[in-house]
């Protein structure tokens, strides 16, 4: 049996993937437990509590990193259940029942990857400070504290607000700033909204990513990922568990029970690994450069003889120095990167097999099925069927004895 319905409103801006994921999680809770909730969730999605002091309903969820949503309920009677960023002064959180994503954490979690891939220089882009962004403040605090703890200095670049008319600006001091940078180094972004832009600058000034710059953001934003040709390695908030716990919280203050002020922070639910830091210390300039241009060109039906041109040597002079750098040969570096691309599209997109024979530049849907059968013993479509388990992605691969298309 359902309980009695409650009114409940969320004052969550849902055109953010961050509130929308939090959104999911209460929704989830709902359909677990035996709660009967009328939710109130403005048309256009966007958080307005202008007359919140009318509203007659039983119960709230609300986004406090909005200082003037918090504000606006310091003074209603009915229940309140906050969720937004944890705070590294106890003093900072509100006096009502709190969901927070950790934002130490976060960033430890980011850290603890680049350091895992052997960089020792580190940066963080942050956002300019503004009551709106304690989020990124925090975050800010938090790496500066880590660095510190390891005896590492931490670069930190702060930028400017987004606007049209000052973008051009706004790109070309970041630009300089990444200039500055001593390489290779290792930068956090505070959103994969900041760390997009990291990668468009690189893109376009020609800075290796990820062989001088790793970059790591957090969201795990689906738009950001596919906006950039360097596919970008994000930490995951946890924001559905936020949701779920917010919603139970406000459950049992609606049935009467205690629930305690005490912060309720939930950790980050883990990272998604992609190029923009797979970070291999590569010594070797002229290698470095061939890495880069495979990854950018590789899907695209690149041969050896184009990455020699790019990088101006040899046939002889660079098959030694991957060799020796990579252990195998640049023909096989061209694969492996278009098998890497085939594998996180199966497992990430909808694509059918066909389009992403296409996509990543196979001569041939067939073709790819040779090789998913040499490498993984299985088609494709049995890899994208298992990809919700542990499945190793292709490292190192030996093609030598499949009839490739360029030889």
């Known amino acids: 049996m359902f309980e009695n319905k409650h009114s409940i409103t969320l004052l969550l801006n849902a055109s953010k993937t961050y509130d929308r994921k939090v959104i999911e999680g209460i929704g989830h809770y709902l359909q677990a437990s035996k709660t009967d909730w009328d939710l109130y969730l403005e048309e256009d999605f966007l958080a307005r509590f202008d007359n919140i002091d009318e509203w ?12 003037e949503i918090q504000e606006a309920l310091m003074k209603t009677t009915v229940p309140v259940v906050g969720v937004g960023g944890s705070y590294s002064n106890p003093d900072d959180y509100p006096d009502v029942p709190y969901v927070a994503t950790d934002n130490y954490e976060l960033v430890n979690t980011a850290y603890q ?7 020792e220089r580190f940066a963080f882009y942050g956002t300019p400070k ?23 200095d931490c670069q930190v670049y702060r930028g400017h607000p ?12 970041l630009s300089d700033w990444l200039q500055s940078l001593p390489t290779p180094i290792g930068i956090i972004a505070v959103t994969d909204a900041r760390a997009r832009h990291l990668l468009q600058v690189c893109d376009h000034t020609g800075m290796l990513v990820p062989d001088k710059l790793c970059v790591i953001g957090i969201d795990d934003d689906e738009i950001a990922r596919f906006l950039s040709r360097v596919t970008l390695s994000s930490v995951s908030q946890g924001c559905f568990e936020m949701g779920f716990q917010a919603a139970k919280k406000l459950h049992r203050l609606l049935n009467g029970q205690k629930c305690s002020t005490k912060p309720h922070l939930v950790p980050p639910a883990g990272i998604l690994e992609r190029q923009s830091t797979d970070f291999k210390a590569i010594k070797d300039t002229h290698v470095m450069q061939a890495m880069h241009f495979i990854r950018q060109k590789a899907c695209r039906g690149i041969k050896v003889d184009q990455v020699l041109d790019y990088v101006g040597i040899s046939r002889s002079n660079l098959e030694q120095r991957f060799k020796e750098e990579r252990g195998h040969s640049i023909h096989n570096e061209i694969h492996h990167e278009k098998l890497r691309k085939a594998c996180s599209m199966l497992k990430n997109t909808s694509q059918t097999t066909s389009e992403i024979a296409s996509v990543c530049g196979y001569p041939s849907l067939q073709y790819m099925y040779a090789i998913f059968k040499k490498h993984f013993n299985k088609t494709p479509r049995e890899y994208r069927d298992d990809a919700k388990g542990v499945v190793s992605e292709p490292d190192n691969l030996d093609i030598s004895d499949i009839k490739l298309e360029d030889e």
């Open 162 to 173: 987004i606007k049209p008319e000052t973008w051009q600006d706004t790109i070309k001091r």
């Open 56 to 67: 007659g309903g039983d119960g709230i969820i609300a986004d406090f990193d909005n200082p």
């Open 113 to 119: 990857h680049l350091r895992q891939k052997g960089i």
């Open 130 to 152: 503004d009551e709106h962004h304690r989020w990124s403040e925090e975050r800010e605090k938090a790496i500066i504290s880590i660095c510190k703890a390891d005896g590492y």
